[in-house]
Nanobody, 126 residues
């Protein structure tokens, strides 16, 4: 069982930056693929970024070049650095995890992640 807890959300103005953090409680963190999804009001879950357990990263086109995902295996933490935020970034952001034997495989479908945090709200104002 894995528990994920997000933090770092808040209200910011367009163009600002925000860093989300995710703390994972598991003894095998290094064998997990991690990621971030978001859900804007009235929409479904959207893939934002992912990181495989060998450190490979991948992003949705909408955030590529502005967001960066990283992990600290020793601290069992995953981060999402969000720069140049736009109004479209307003959403609840969820940290996700999936155990995997494949070091560089990434996953971008919500159904591929069995573990989800409760989410943290990010609101971008004009």
């Amino acid at each position: 069982q894995v528990q994920l807890e997000e933090s770092g959300g808040g209200l910011v103005q367009a163009g600002a930056s925000l860093r989300l953090s995710c703390a994972a409680s598991t003894t095998t963190f290094s064998r997990f693929a991690m990621g971030w999804f978001r859900r804007a009001p009235g929409t479904g879950r959207e893939f934002v970024a992912g990181i495989s357990y060998d450190g490979s990263t991948y992003y949705a086109d909408a955030v590529k070049g502005r967001f960066a995902i990283s992990s600290d295996n020793a601290k069992k933490m995953v981060y999402l650095q969000m720069n140049s935020l736009t109004l479209e970034a307003t959403a609840v952001y969820y940290c996700v995890a999936r155990p995997t034997p494949y070091s560089s495989t990434y996953y971008s479908q919500a159904t591929q992640y069995p573990y989800w945090g409760q989410g943290t709200q990010v609101t971008v104002s004009s």
